[in-house]
C-alpha cells in the first residue's frame, strides 16, 4: 500500500527474465486511490528484464527516475 510509505522513499520494480517476443507478459504498477505516477494512474512493463525507480515527491505524487 503506498500510504505506509513516507515521502523521500523510492520503490524499485524490475520486469521478470524469459519474456521475448513469443513469450510476452507485462506488468501493470498502479499506485494508491488518488496517486499519480508522473500525473498517470498506472505505468506498464512490457520489455525483458524492464526496470523503473519511483520515487514519491509529496502525498498521492510519484516520480519516474
Known amino acids: 500500500d503506498s500510504d505506509d510509505l513516507d515521502v523521500g522513499e523510492f520503490v ?3 520486469m521478470a527474465a524469459g519474456v521475448t517476443s513469443g513469450n510476452s507478459a507485462s506488468v501493470v ?3 494508491g486511490s488518488g496517486d499519480l505516477i508522473d500525473g498517470d494512474a498506472s505505468i506498464v ?3 525483458p528484464y ?3 525507480n519511483l520515487y514519491k515527491v509529496d502525498t498521492n505524487v510519484w516520480r519516474i527516475l
Do not use: G, T
Open 12 to 14: 524499485k520494480i524490475k
Open 29 to 31: 504498477i498502479s499506485v
Open 45 to 47: 512493463l512490457e520489455s
Open 50 to 52: 524492464a526496470a523503473v
